[in-house]
């Protein structure tokens, strides 16, 4: 089966064990791409735009046409054109903050995306009630997997 993997970008080395743990199943799978960032920002290559944007003074310093919402708006796109590609999305929900089961907005839309794509939708942990949109997710009827990937059709 064809998996993109979808999940907050603090998880990016679970993302990349998850990948492998996939592909080991029989599984093709792809990742979020941490981008290139924009040179004026910093020598580093990649970016991760949470912690970029906090760190340097939080969302309010970057109005709407700072280039890094270019170089957030090509992330965002180029995921959006892995979960077409795919057959299923797996989300990658661990612990952020002290919430178990996190799933951000942006993996929420990404949710979005896959429910409206119909392609299946397997959520890997349970899913914190803390977060307010719990129904929605539930509304899309993920494929709740407890930690258990091999439950995964090839």
């Not at 310093?61 to 708006?73: E, G, N, R, T």
Request: proline share 6%; with cysteine.
């Amino acid at each position: 089966m064809k998996i993109t993997i979808c999940g907050s970008i603090a998880f990016y080395p679970e993302m990349e064990r998850l990948q492998e743990e996939l592909s080991s199943q029989g599984h093709e799978v792809v990742i979020p791409r941490l981008d290139e960032i924009v040179p004026e920002y910093s020598d580093d290559r990649k970016i991760n735009f949470a912690e970029y944007i906090n760190t340097h003074g939080g969302i309010d310093s970057f109005p709407p046409q700072d280039p890094i919402w270019k170089a957030k708006h090509d992330v965002l796109n180029d995921h959006f054109k892995k979960i077409e590609w795919s057959d299923a999305i797996v989300v990658a929900n661990y612990e952020k903050r002290g919430v178990e089961g996190y799933i951000g907005g942006n993996t929420l839309i990404e949710i979005g995306l896959a429910f409206y794509l119909k392609k299946d939708i397997y959520i890997l942990n349970p899913i914190s009630s803390s977060l307010s949109y719990k129904q929605e997710i539930y509304g899309m009827q993920p494929i709740l997997l407890d930690g258990d990937t091999s439950r995964i059709p090839v």
